[in-house]
């Protein structure tokens, strides 16, 4: 994955089977682009990050997502992939965390 930059620190990228808003980056995640009413999906996510003036950590959180989404495992009727998301607590650093693990 040196080709695209992808890093591949020590930290383990984990996922959850059903990502819920019981997880607060979730719950937060989609309180901020008003995802309450559906489920998120990439076009929407894409939506935002080109309205966005943000280049915070949203920017990077819906990023992520988007990337998770088309490299990782692509959901049934473009359904965004936050399985991950659970495993960025405040605590650690995106560029830390395995993004080429399995």
């Given at each position: 994955m040196d080709v695209l930059g992808i890093p591949m620190g020590p930290v383990e990228v984990t996922n959850v089977e059903r990502p819920s808003n019981s997880y607060p980056i979730i719950a937060q995640r989609r309180k901020h682009v008003n995802f309450f009413s559906t489920l998120p999906i990439v076009g929407k996510i894409v939506d935002f990050i080109e309205a966005?003036?943000?280049?915070?950590?949203?920017?990077?959180?819906?990023?992520?997502?988007?990337?998770?989404?088309?490299m990782?495992?692509?959901k049934k009727s473009?359904?965004?992939?936050?399985?991950?998301?659970?495993?960025?607590?405040?605590n650690?650093?995106?560029?830390?965390?395995?993004?080429c693990g399995s």
């Amino acid at each position: 994955m040196d080709v695209l930059g992808i890093p591949m620190g020590p930290v383990e990228v984990t996922n959850v089977e059903r990502p819920s808003n019981s997880y607060p980056i979730i719950a937060q995640r989609r309180k901020h682009v008003n995802f309450f009413s559906t489920l998120p999906i990439v076009g929407k996510i894409v939506d935002f990050i080109e309205a966005s003036n943000d280049c915070g950590r949203m920017f990077i959180l819906s990023f992520l997502v988007v990337f998770n989404t088309i490299m990782e495992e692509t959901k049934k009727s473009s359904t965004c992939n936050m399985s991950f998301l659970p495993s960025l607590t405040s605590n650690v650093s995106i560029d830390h965390m395995n993004w080429c693990g399995s």
